[in-house]
């Protein structure tokens, strides 16, 4: 079942903060961030595995509750090359389901 | 390091048509996935292999989508007939195993007239 992501679309000043969330309802093994600007491949930003442990940016800050199945991307002092989609995936049976989406734009 | 390479990034075709997509994922990646991505949307899982073996297939429109990965590395995708409906971007990806870390070509942008 689609993960479900908030807000659908989040417009920001430069060096605003933003919060990105994504609910499953299913229990989940791990979770992960992509960002797609438009026209290009989503690229890979974050995995946070149950048990705690994470892979991905030093800029980017997430969280897993995985007692709630959800998971919240923060994003601090946003710069200009943070606009772009940002997609949530959970996994559970050995395959990942993308959310539907989060557009964020940062204007100067 | 090479990243996953797709052709062709753009094809249009007509209705009823038939059309193939390629993909060479990451060297060394095990399992590879094909997406179908519809503007405004996230990406939908048609097909995950893992090595030349078909891992999920359940949201592969079997009827007229095909894919294969022969000797588990290259892998094409087809569709026979297309349908207005099949208008998308389709994207293929890679990882070193089964829910890794994702790396995503370019994609195809198919549009069906």
């Known amino acids: 079942q689609q993960p479900v992501q908030s807000p659908q679309a989040v417009i920001l000043r430069e060096g605003e903060d933003a919060v990105i969330n994504c609910s499953s309802s299913k229990a989940l093994y791990s979770v992960h961030w992509y960002r797609q600007k438009h026209g290009e491949a989503p690229v890979f930003l974050m995995i946070l595995l149950k048990g705690g442990e994470q892979k991905g940016h030093d800029k980017i800050s997430a969280s897993f509750n995985e007692k709630k199945q959800q998971s919240s991307l923060y994003l601090t002092a946003s710069q200009l090359s943070y606009s772009g989609t940002y997609f949530c995936g959970t996994a559970n049976t050995g395959k990942l389901i993308f959310g539907q989406g989060t557009t964020l734009q940062v204007k100067p | 390091e090479a990243g996953v390479a797709q052709s062709p990034r753009y094809k249009i075709i007509e209705k009823r048509q038939s059309v193939a997509f390629w993909c060479n994922p990451i060297s060394g990646h095990a399992t590879l996935y094909w997406y179908q991505q519809i503007l405004g949307q996230g990406p939908k899982l048609l097909i995950q292999f893992q090595n030349n073996g078909v891992v999920d297939d359940s949201q592969l429109p079997k009827d007229r989508f095909s894919a294969e990965r022969l000797k588990g590395v290259d892998s094409t995708l087809k569709i026979q007939p297309a349908k207005l409906e099949d208008s998308a971007v389709y994207l293929c990806?890679?990882?070193?195993?089964?829910?890794?870390?994702?790396?995503f070509g370019a994609g195809t942008r198919l549009s069906v007239l």
């Open positions: 990806a890679s990882s070193l195993t089964p829910v890794d870390i994702q790396y």
